[in-house]
């Protein structure tokens, strides 16, 4: 079903103060930043490799980042899986008995249709799968 780890989602409180590290000193270079509205972010991604980071600012203070923050502090927030097609996916997990918090594809952020898994079902972590193109 998947096909590559396609990004690393994770939770910033300052877009541009976290910039400083990852381009400022890493090295890496943004792509380019977003506002996702429905998400209530905004996302820079770091293209590095085969894949890519990406870093998530809330734009609100009642959004999903930022409850995450609360929760947990900055930090990975998410795992993002490649997938060819994003309803046959959505399917099959569901026919697996995996919890599904997006039962029909959103838009994400870059034009991809994204859908997460509820962690409940996936030893822990949020898992995002996408398809791109
Ligand atoms: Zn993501």
New binding site residues.
Partial sequence: MVKKLD?I?IAVKDLEASLKFYEGILGLKSAGTEVVEEQKVRVAFLPIGDTEV?LLESTEEDGPIAKFIAKNGEGIQ?M?YRVENIEESIAELKKQGIRMIDEKPRY??GGAQ?AFCHPKSTNGVLI?I?QRG
């Fill in positions: 990004h989602g990406e998410h993002a994400g952020a994204i995002e996408c």
